[in-house]
C-alpha cells in the first residue's frame, strides 16, 4: 500500500513539473516551408513545422509535423516591427537559410544568425541571388 502511494505521489509530482515546463514555451505559429532550409547549422527537409520560443531563453524550436524531429536554435530579440507572422528565409548559392521569425504586429521578432559557412557563401555568391530573401506566412 504504502509503495503505491509512494508511486503514485511521484507521477503526480513529475506531471506537474512538466506541465510547468511546458507553459514556459511560447507557441509562435505552423508554418509549411516547400524546400528544405538550414536552422542555424542544422540542415532540415521541407515540410510543416510547429515553432516555439522558450519564453526563459532565446532558443527557438522548430518541430516537423510529419517526423517530428526537432531542431534548436539560438535567436537574438529584434525590435518591435509591423512585421506580422512570417519566417524569413535568406537564398544564398542555392541554400536557404531561416534568418527572422516574426510573430503577431507590434511584437518582438526574432533573428538567426547565420553560420560562418553561409556567410563565406554570401560573398562569393553570383550578384543575382546574393541577397534574395522568401517570406513564408505562419498560420
Not at 532565446?58 to 516537423?64: C, G, K, Q, S, Y
Not at 537559410?97 to 503577431?104: A, D, F, H, K, V
Amino acid at each position: 500500500m504504502k509503495r503505491n502511494s509512494i508511486a503514485t505521489s511521484s507521477l503526480v509530482v513529475l506531471s506537474l513539473l512538466l506541465t510547468a515546463a511546458g507553459a514556459y514555451a511560447q507557441s509562435a505559429g505552423r508554418a509549411t516551408v516547400p524546400f528544405a532550409f538550414k536552422v542555424g547549422t542544422a540542415q532540415v527537409p521541407a515540410g510543416t513545422y510547429n515553432i516555439s520560443k522558450d519564453s526563459d531563453a532565446n532558443i527557438v524550436m522548430m518541430r516537423n509535423v510529419k517526423t517530428g524531429a526537432a531542431v534548436m536554435a539560438l535567436v537574438t530579440p529584434e525590435s518591435p516591427s509591423k512585421k506580422t507572422g512570417k519566417l524569413i528565409f535568406r537564398h544564398v548559392g542555392s541554400q536557404y537559410s531561416l534568418t527572422e521569425i516574426w510573430g503577431e504586429a507590434g511584437s518582438q521578432g526574432l533573428a538567426i544568425s547565420a553560420p560562418k559557412r553561409n556567410r563565406e557563401l554570401q560573398v562569393a555568391s553570383v550578384p543575382s541571388n546574393a541577397g534574395d530573401t522568401f517570406e513564408i506566412a505562419l498560420k
